[in-house]
């Protein structure tokens, strides 16, 4: 597509629910990223896609969090158990595959603004 | 491991003032810089970025550039607008294929009349 669709743009949820966000990437972007920004917060890396592998989840902060990919292309982010602090806006970016070390840079989505209730 | 430091906000300018947003970092090697900007109401956008040292990235008037020695990527711009009045984040990614984009704290802007 033209930019990178996230889905829902707002999510509310009750505590302990289970919720699915949904990432459609740049078509021939191989590279996918979530990131979390919370009220006041900066922005913090969750998981990295390389493909369908990802070579980094270092971010992920508990295993209530998982994400997958398929196809090369879409991503969906699921948390378990949802609890409060979970609260944030889940951000959503592709970017081309690196070329000799130099990193092109970032398409963001607009995110999905999760609250959990 | 990889870090970025940025200057505290909010700034407060008014129109047609000088900007600079501090931005230093910690990295080995040779990373790659940007600065994103993120307006009210709207995601994050890529607004310029510098992948060697001694590049300077520039878009919108708004110019930085890669300082290898004093590890710096501050963001200027001779006169600033209402419009700019967002939150700039700085942030790095290292050379590796599989370093991910860290983000300094963000920086908001107000701009003036």
């Known amino acids: 597509g033209a930019g990178v669709s996230q889905s829902p743009s707002n999510k509310v949820t009750e505590k302990g629910k289970d919720v699915e966000l949904r990432c459609d990437p740049i078509?021939?972007?191989?590279?996918l990223y979530w990131y979390r920004q919370s009220l006041g917060q900066g922005l913090e890396f969750l998981i990295y896609?390389?493909?369908?592998?990802?070579?980094?989840k270092s971010g992920l902060p508990s295993d209530r969090f998982s994400a997958e990919r398929t196809g090369g292309s879409v991503s969906t982010l699921t948390i378990q158990r949802t609890q409060q602090e979970d609260s944030a806006v889940y951000l959503c970016?592709?970017?081309?595959?690196?070329?000799?070390?130099?990193?092109?840079?970032?398409?963001f989505g607009s995110g999905t603004r999760l609250t959990v209730v | 491991g990889n870090s970025v430091t940025q200057m505290e906000g909010p700034v407060t300018l008014s129109e047609e003032a000088f900007l600079t947003i501090n931005c230093t970092y910690t990295a080995t090697g040779y990373p790659s810089l940007f600065w994103y900007v993120q307006y009210p109401g709207e995601g994050l956008q890529l607004l310029l970025k510098a992948t060697k040292a001694d590049d300077k990235g520039s878009n919108k008037g708004f110019e930085a550039t890669y300082r290898k020695e004093t590890t710096s990527f501050h963001l200027e711009k001779g006169s600033v607008q209402v419009s700019d009045s967002a939150v700039y984040f700085c942030a790095l990614s290292g050379e590796t294929s599989y370093d991910k984009v860290i983000f300094g704290p963000g920086t908001s802007l107000s701009v003036i009349p």
């Open positions: 896609f390389q493909g369908n592998s990802a070579p980094d």
């Open positions: 970016a592709s970017s081309l595959s690196r070329t000799g070390g130099r990193h092109y840079g970032y398409t």
């Open positions: 078509s021939g972007h191989t590279a």
